[in-house]
């Protein structure tokens, strides 16, 4: 099984692997672009739409942005998120339509081991340095408020129509339709 597929299988994997690195190497390359561009560049949307092709219409990421991939991440249509939007898409990404993002959100789906035998960088035969990790996939539901400064960690389900708080640690699911706030975040009341 190669690197990608352990990757997005959800399997311990070497990020260090020649195609992930050229993935990674591209994507970062068109966000610095991205970013690089005035917010009305109409150049930007070609760009985004390169980095994401499961881009919906009306999909607007002011930046900066920055992917570990962009080509794992779905979004829906009318979608905004506002300055230093990260989203490490080492497994699939799925962010529904209407959702907004306050500033400072970060998407983080990798993982590492717990254990520093297994986390820390090795030798590989050719004498580069790697290490292992694996990715756990995130989806957020259709119509979602996500505050700044908030950080949504592998594995998590944020159900439709919720709304996370400032700051808040997203590290387990959260049900449609709550606000939840905190570290770790934790549902608090139903929207109303």
């Known amino acids: 099984m190669a690197e990608k597929e352990k990757m997005l299988a ?13 993935l990674r190497q591209h994507a970062h390359s068109i966000c610095r672009q991205y970013n690089q561009l005035d917010e009305t560049d109409s150049s ?17 990421l002011q930046g900066p942005i920055q992917f570990d991939y ?7 249509e009318n979608t905004y998120a506002n300055f230093n939007f990260t989203c490490l898409d080492c497994a699939p ?10 500033p400072n959100v970060s998407i983080l789906t990798p993982m590492h081991p717990l254990r520093w035998q297994e986390r820390n960088m090795f030798v590989k035969e050719d004498g580069t340095l790697a290490n292992h990790e694996y990715a756990k996939p995130i989806t ?16 998590v389900t944020i159900g439709e129509g919720s709304v996370i708080g ?7 699911d959260i049900p449609a339709n709550v606000v939840a706030v905190g570290s770790p975040c934790k549902e608090l009341k139903p929207v109303e």
């Open 166 to 172: 400032a700051g808040s640690v997203v590290t387990r």
């Open 70 to 76: 962009g080509c794992f991440t779905e979004i829906g």
């Open 140 to 155: 957020i539901g259709d119509n979602c408020w996500i505050a700044g400064n908030v950080t949504i960690c592998g594995g």
């Open 10 to 22: 959800g399997e311990m994997y070497d990020p260090s692997d020649k195609e992930l690195a050229k």
């Open 93 to 102: 990404v799925k962010i529904g339509k209407n959702v907004f993002f306050g």
């Open 44 to 60: 930007r949307d070609e760009l985004l739409r390169s980095l994401i092709p499961q881009c919906g219409k009306g999909v607007y």
